[in-house]
């Protein structure tokens, strides 16, 4: 409608021209004396050209104009049925839906009475149960837990079989290799030190001047030195004993240098045993400088290399010190290679494993932590720290090295021979390792033997008490118990066994 308008006013504007050109036209002709008929009648052609025009451009457009809002009508009337299809099937949804709400309302009231009728019937159904079978709730959880624990029992021991099965097949094979090959290599001797050294005389007459007049020679030499003289023994010996070996060591020179020189008073015997003493400190330094070259560290702190020079004059179940030192630096060497460990810090840390036993008798606590106090001391790398005071495993081992040198000290400590008890160190340690296996055991133990010095335990279970599997786990939980509770050299291997016997009478 607006483009009609247009031509509209177009049109108007076209005749509004016509007439103001006639006019023109008209003044025109009275100047140039033109007929006037002739221009009427050109401008009225004119005119009518432009009408037709105009009224054929007034005619194309109204067809397009009803022809566009025929078409508007036609998708105004498809938009429609349209929505009305929409809105039929949304009332059609909405139907559904509230019919659903209604089923799931209806579905939710009959689980709830299902779930009231269920929990009904259970109680009753407990009841009925704890009639039929005797016993209450809390008696048939018991034994229900109780058969719980016999099959989680049964799995650990599976569990456990299968992982030792996995680890033996992949490391025996390769862990001996190392261990023999180390063993072979660094096999050393061992002499057992005792509580006593002994000076041959030749006769009497020596001990009688060792003895002094009413015996103030021998009471002035046992005053300085702290050891304990004993004369009457053998005929032909003197023993000097003590348990401490520095005194010991430094008793056995003084009165050898005494026996030597004939003269024999309480100023003599102070004035040899200072020389004694003298020796004995360049002694330790000697020794400390052996095994700090035996660890390959030659700029070792001189205060830490005479403190661990005095190993040698200190022993472990028999064991000297120095000697066990230095294997343990030997095989913690050669395992270290093998494995491709840290092989300088396994040595420095075998070397110092053990430094804490020179001060034992004076600090109240284990050896190996004092081995690690005394490293922090002279300020030592942290993860040496680690590896010297981990050797016992109740500390963590937080390297390979540190479990190298664990090793190293339990290869050269188990040795047959390495090591040796008082009689009455060696029943204690059997018993109190025969006690744990008994308390874990308890009335499913029939007997309990422990053999090859303590270093293995076997216990026979009674068979209709333990099964194979719990054999397993007892065998795990008696060796916790002996690692935690009791003291022992090397390792202590716990065999359980279950022997299943049939007896039949023959008549």
């Not at 909405?94 to 019937?121: H, M, P, T, V, Y």
């Not at 862990?175 to 063993?183: F, G, N, T, Y």
């Not at 096999?187 to 001047?209: F, L, N, P, Q």
């Not at 022997?499 to 008549?507: G, I, P, S």
């Amino acid at each position: 409608m607006d483009t009609l308008f247009v031509i509209l006013v177009s049109v108007l504007l076209t005749a509004s021209a016509a007439f103001l050109l006639l006019k023109f036209v008209f003044h025109w002709v009275d100047i140039k004396n033109i007929p006037a008929k002739e221009i009427e009648e050109a401008a009225k052609k004119i005119m009518r050209e432009k009408f037709d025009t105009a009224e054929q451009e007034v005619f194309e457009l109204k067809e397009r104009e009803e022809k566009r809002l025929k078409e508007m009508r036609r998708e105004s009337t498809e938009h429609e049925e349209i929505l009305i299809e929409r809105e039929r099937k949304l009332n059609k949804r909405s139907k559904l839906l509230d019919e659903k709400s209604e089923e799931l309302e209806a579905q939710d009231s009959q689980l709830k009475e299902g779930f009231k009728r269920l929990e009904n019937e259970r109680v009753e159904l407990k009841k009925a149960l704890e009639k039929i079978s005797g016993l209450s709730r809390d008696e048939a959880k018991e034994k229900l837990m109780k058969e719980i624990d016999q099959d989680l029992r049964e799995y650990e021991a599976k569990k456990i079989r299968e992982a030792e099965k996995n680890i033996e097949s992949t490391a025996d094979e390769q862990a001996q290799k190392i261990l023999v090959e180390s063993m072979q290599r660094v096999a050393t001797d061992y002499v057992g030190e005792t509580t006593t050294k002994v000076i041959k005389v030749e006769d009497d007459k020596v001990k009688g001047r060792v003895i002094g007049r009413e015996g103030r020679n021998i009471r002035s030499f046992e005053q300085i030195t702290g050891v304990d003289v004993i004369v009457d023994e053998s005929p032909d010996a003197i023993a000097l004993s003590s348990f401490d070996p520095l005194r010991r060591e430094i008793a056995y020179v003084a009165m050898t240098k005494l026996i030597a020189d004939g003269r024999i008073h309480p100023g003599s015997i102070e004035e040899s045993v200072r020389k004694a003493k003298n020796e004995i400190s360049q002694e330790i330094k000697k020794n400390g400088q052996i095994l700090a070259d035996e660890a390959g560290w030659p700029d070792l702190d001189i205060g830490l290399m005479k403190l661990i020079g005095k190993m040698k004059y200190r022993t472990s179940y028999g064991q000297s010190l120095m000697s066990h030192t230095i294997e343990v630096i030997r095989l913690a060497e050669v395992l270290a290679t093998e494995i491709g460990a840290d092989t300088q810090l396994a040595k420095r840390a075998a070397l110092l494993h053990d430094v804490g036993k020179v001060l034992s008798h004076k600090v109240d606590s284990p050896h190996h932590h004092i081995s690690g106090q005394i490293a922090r001391k002279y300020m030592l790398d942290d993860k040496l720290v680690n590896a010297i005071e981990a050797h016992h495993l109740d500390i963590e081992p937080q390297s390979p090295e540190a479990v190298v040198v664990y090793l190293a000290d339990a290869i050269s400590g188990s040795r047959p021979g390495a090591r040796k008890d008082s009689y009455e160190q060696y029943v204690q340690r059997i018993e109190g390792i025969e006690g744990a296996a008994k308390e874990i055991g308890g009335d499913k133990v029939d007997e309990v033997f422990a053999i090859k010095a303590g270093r293995e335990v076997r216990i026979i279970v009674k068979p209709t008490m333990v099964s194979d599997d719990e054999a397993k786990v007892m065998a795990k939980d008696i060796a916790q118990e002996i690692e935690k509770k009791q003291n022992y050299p090397g390792n202590v291997e716990v065999t359980v066994i279950r022997e299943t016997r049939a007896v039949e009478v023959a008549k």
